[in-house]
């Protein structure tokens, strides 16, 4: 067995030479929060930020698999190597799990030059987001040149996964009524991109319009999101996708659009870790007993919220 320091600098040999079976050892060593998980991640930190990441994200069913299928095949054309989140694969909606993406992305999940992770779990340390911001980061030192991360555009959750992507591209489908209504509004507003996908069916014009009018809306950007149609079944609009994701990439490099979004990340991720870390501190501190207590005393209003925080933290200052 090796210690843990000389097995997290074998680790990241490894990863570094591209090799998947330890990008996947690496992925679940930050899940599990691993003893060598801090050391690896401190060692990578330097040499991170050099993948494009793409978020694509959308309703239940939206075509968001199939998009990124094509998308990875399309991007392979070209010999770059190409990197698949699937967030939230475990949603009820999609009864997608591991096997159903894939199966889905079948013609991708025999091609070496694609690496393919599912984030099944929602009970994983620290959360969803902090896992997948991980997870892109990983596979980032792994030498993987375009990482698609693919999220169902629900949940709170959601929302901070995609807020950590370079470009996030919004998948609608028409027919669907109120389906813009169905998104969680802040995804609409990370939107970098609007995507009307199964543009092959009746609507697709109605979707539009309903986009415009929101755009319209919503307070002046700097950057126009445009919008697609694509039908991913048949891959067609799939090129002119990536045409948009690469002006947009282009954009973000001219302006200072890059540097923003690192320092909004940066942000994100040392306050949420900083969140997570203080609460497992102050909850050890306190001790089983006390944490017992404190939740008793307020849901039987003897102790209200506010003072029980603030005398936990006062007996440990
Ligand atoms: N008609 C039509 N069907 C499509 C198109 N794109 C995808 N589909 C179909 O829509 C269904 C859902 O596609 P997925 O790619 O699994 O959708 P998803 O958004 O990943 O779904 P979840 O991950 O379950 O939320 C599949 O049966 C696809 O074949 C399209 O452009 N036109
Ligand atoms: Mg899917």
């Known amino acids: 067995m090796l210690w843990p320091m000389e097995a997290h600098l074998h680790l990241m040999t490894q990863l570094l030479e591209g090799n998947p079976r330890a990008l996947g050892r ?3 060593w930050m899940e599990n929060g691993e003893i060598g998980a801090r050391p690896l991640m401190a060692s990578l930190w330097p040499r991170l930020g050099r993948a494009v ?16 299928d094509q998308l990875a095949r399309l991007l392979r054309g070209s010999g770059q ?14 009864g997608g799990a591991i096997l159903g993406d894939r199966i889905r992305m079948g013609r991708c999940a025999s091609d070496p030059g694609i ?18 911001q991980d997870a892109i980061d990983l596979m ?4 993987y040149d375009t990482i698609l991360v693919e999220t169902v555009g629900v949940g709170q959750d959601e929302v901070d996964v995609v807020s950590c992507v370079q470009t996030c591209c919004v998948v609608l489908v028409p027919g669907m009524g109120d389906e813009i209504q169905a998104i969680k509004a802040g995804i609409m507003e990370v939107a970098d991109l609007f995507i009307i996908n199964k543009a092959d ?5 109605q979707v539009e319009q309903e986009l415009e009018a929101m755009k319209g809306l919503a307070a002046a950007k700097d950057w126009d999101p ?16 990536w045409e948009q994701i690469r002006a947009h990439g282009q954009w973000l490099r001219e302006g200072s659009g890059l540097q923003r979004k690192a320092r909004e990340r940066a942000r994100l991720r040392f306050e949420s870790l900083l969140a997570e870390t203080s609460l497992r501190r102050a909850l050890d501190g306190a001790g089983p007993e006390r944490v017992a207590a404190a939740i008793d005393g307020i849901a039987q209003r003897h102790l209200d919220p506010y003072t029980a925080v603030a005398n936990l933290l006062a007996s440990q200052a």
């Open 26 to 28: 690496a992925i679940s």
């Open 53 to 68: 990441v793409v978020g694509i994200t959308g309703s239940p069913g939206a075509g968001k698999s199939t998009l990124t």
């Open 81 to 94: 190597r190409v990197g698949i989140l699937a967030v939230d694969p475990t949603s009820p909606f999609s």
């Open 115 to 132: 690496f393919i992770r599912s984030m099944a779990t929602r009970g994983v340390l620290g959360g969803l987001a902090r896992a997948t």
């Open 140 to 143: 980032d030192a792994a030498g």
């Open 201 to 205: 069916r009746e609507g697709a014009d």
């Open 226 to 241: 445009p919008i697609l149609r694509t039908v991913a079944q048949r891959g067609e609009g799939v090129a002119e996708l």
